[in-house]
């Protein structure tokens, strides 16, 4: 079992590329990991506590959809290929979101979902980004329902925070990686081996910073109304309110965010197009990650932006792709927000790194926000 205190945060990175990640006052045992890197065949079996935490699901799960299951104290679950971030109270109840993009989305993205089995007998299956599950101390599991933006923000804030390099966890004081005096490492490791003969690789320093540029709205009084005529309430944007939007054309975020030990190694920049044609992530769209010894940058979607036709429900966009000719994976979420009346005025940009090979930066994650800006964006230097 590992274990985080009130500074801590932990992210732990399996040999197929799966990633967990817990943040303070949390706990996980990695109770059986079984893989074979050729056929990527193999079993993930782990189980949590309590705490925060946040599942990106590696090549088991893309292989076998069966092959992953996360215990709770009341519950299990099962994923297919995605994105979940969830919340266990001392208790035994429990939250669970699918953070990454649902079966049913319109967006032309790799899809996924998650099932929660509770100890009473009850079993739900939640494939729309931004739904989720609530699970009693009964062992009870709740219907799927819209999370709230307090509740997204929860299942996101609580894995990182802070300024800086060593961030600032929800507990309040200052820390300086994700180990160090912040973990007792306990009996890491389950009851069964890893082929490739390690278990887990632990990555230091996770610094998920959010809320880190202030909110300049730069737009007029037209943005401030949606498609009934009424004032756009702030909270996180929806997809209908992007097609309801009355600008047109081409604007741009782009922001610094913390990722590892540098402060600013997280540089995201992202092209949106507003009209009957809008998408978000064409153009000249890019993330870049910096240890501070070794950067790599990749266009998501290769510059094919992901469509507002058709979704439904908060404008979450997920790429999860291998980069060409390092093999390196990126795992890019952008949500949008609402603020100040305007549609879509800030983006909060989520990524989690793995490298391809060696002289590449170090795996970890990292959140830089942006807000709305004219124009498109130029081509890189």
């Known amino acids: 079992e590992v274990k985080t205190n ?13 990633v967990f990640t817990i943040g303070p006052n949390s706990a996980i045992t990695i109770d059986k990991f079984v893989y074979d890197p050729k056929s990527h065949a193999g079993e993930i079996k782990a189980s949590i506590t309590k705490g925060v935490f946040r599942y990106v699901s590696g090549k088991i799960a893309a292989k076998n959809s069966e092959g992953v299951k996360i215990k709770l104290p009341t519950a299990t679950l099962g994923f297919r290929g995605t994105i979940v971030g969830g919340s266990v109270t001392t208790n035994g109840q429990g939250l669970v979101g699918l953070l990454g993009p649902g079966d049913n989305n319109d967006a032309g993205t790799q899809t996924g979902s998650f099932t929660a089995d ?16 609530e699970v009693g101390a009964d ?28 961030g600032q966890g929800s507990g309040g004081g ?8 912040n973990t007792d490492m306990g009996g890491l490791s389950g009851e069964n081996n890893v082929l490739a003969g390690e278990n887990v690789t632990l990555v230091n320093g996770l610094d998920n910073i959010g809320d880190t540029m202030d909110a300049v709205s ?37 922001g610094y965010g913390s990722f590892l030990s540098n402060p600013t190694g997280l540089f995201a920049q992202c092209d949106i197009i507003f009209g009957p044609n809008g998408n978000i992530g064409s153009g000249n769209s890019q993330i870049s990650v910096n240890d501070g010894t070794y950067s790599e940058t990749t266009t998501p979607g290769s510059g ?34 609402n603020s100040g009346g ?12 793995v490298p391809g090979g060696t002289g590449l930066p170090s795996a970890g994650s990292g959140t830089a926000t942006g807000s709305l800006s004219p124009g498109a964006l130029p081509p890189p230097a």
Not at 6 to 18: A, N, S
Not at 174 to 181: A, F, R
Request: net charge negative.
């Open 174 to 181: 200052d820390s300086e990686g994700g180990l160090g005096g």
């Open 218 to 254: 730069t737009k007029g009084a037209q943005d401030a109304l949606n498609a009934s005529g009424g004032a756009v309430t702030d909270g996180t944007t929806t997809y209908e309110q992007l097609r309801a939007e009355a600008r047109t054309g081409t604007y741009h975020y782009s």
């Open 139 to 166: 062992g009870g599991v709740s219907d799927v329902f819209q999370l709230s933006d307090d509740q997204v923000n929860g299942l996101s804030a609580g894995l990182g925070g802070g300024q800086g390099g060593g």
């Open 342 to 353: 305007v549609t879509a005025e800030n983006a909060v940009v989520n990524v989690t790194y």
């Open 118 to 133: 509770g100890s009473g007998g009850d079993h739900q299956d939640v494939n729309r980004t931004g739904f989720g599950v």
């Open 304 to 337: 094919d932006g992901i469509s507002f036709a058709g979704g439904s429900g908060p404008a979450t966009f997920t790429w999860d792709e291998i980069q060409g000719g390092t093999g390196s994976r990126f795992v890019t979420t952008v949500t949008l927000s």
């Open 6 to 18: 009130e500074q801590g945060h932990l992210q732990i990175l399996l040999l197929d590329e799966t």
